[in-house]
T-cell receptor, first 114, second 115 residues
């Protein structure tokens, strides 16, 4: 069966420090991969998606970047964190094409920037 | 542009009663998919139910049903016989047209089930 894991689960970082969140999918190949951010009490905002190795699309201009070095690995990074980067980050995957397009989510990473 | 609207920031329901969570959407694409997800306080996103734009019947999954009114562009979630464990955030989402199966989400509704 397919599983998705992301880490770390929680982190507290000072403003200006770097960030690296990792996401790995198991049990499938060539998934679509997504990074979402959820501000406190808000909905999910799509940050990046990837349809293949090295292929990254950005949805909103921001302080973050994403990379996909391997088929089932998706990394979210920042060189210098801002206070506004705080939030709950969710990695997700699905298959393309897939009739329902349902997303399968990781456990989430809660980032607090101080 | 596609858009999902959830106008109820919070809802209360008595245990064992039914509750309807509202969702309206806007799209010019004739082919689309609508989803509902549940997010407990732990943060995980749990898929509940899916409705395709060409589906003739309303989707049902156990205690969850989707009241799909295409002409009104609404896709309300109905939870029957509410349980305490149903207390959570609920998100409506739409699969964006143009491939890649991207989902756009509404702002969510927080449901509290009271004993």
């Amino acid at each position: 069966s397919q599983t998705i894991h992301q880490w770390p689960a929680t982190l507290v970082q000072p403003v200006g420090s770097p960030l690296s969140l990792e996401c790995t999918v198991e049990g499938t190949s060539n998934p679509n991969l997504y990074w979402y951010r959820q501000a406190a009490g808000r909905g999910l905002q799509l940050l990046f998606y990837s349809v293949g190795i090295g292929q990254i699309s950005s949805e909103v201009p921001q302080n973050l970047s994403a990379s996909r070095p391997q088929d089932r690995q998706f990394i979210l990074s920042s060189k210098k964190l801002l206070l506004s980067d705080s939030g709950f980050y969710l990695c997700a995957w699905n298959h393309a094409p897939l009739l329902t397009g349902e997303l399968f989510f990781g456990e989430g990473s809660r980032l607090t920037v101080l | 542009a596609q858009k999902i609207t959830q106008t109820q920031p919070g809802m209360f329901v008595q245990e064992k009663e039914a509750v309807t969570l509202d969702c309206t959407y806007d799209t010019s694409d004739p082919s689309y998919g609508l989803f509902w997800y549940k997010q407990p306080s732990s943060g995980e996103m749990i898929f509940l139910i899916y409705q395709g734009s060409y589906d003739q019947q309303n989707a049902t999954e156990g205690r969850y049903s989707l009241n799909f009114q295409k002409a009104r562009k609404s896709a309300n979630l109905v939870i029957s016989a509410s349980q305490l464990g149903d207390s959570a955030m609920y998100f409506c989402a739409m699969r964006e047209a143009g491939g890649y199966n991207k989902l756009i989400f509404g702002a969510g509704t927080r449901l509290a089930v009271h004993p």
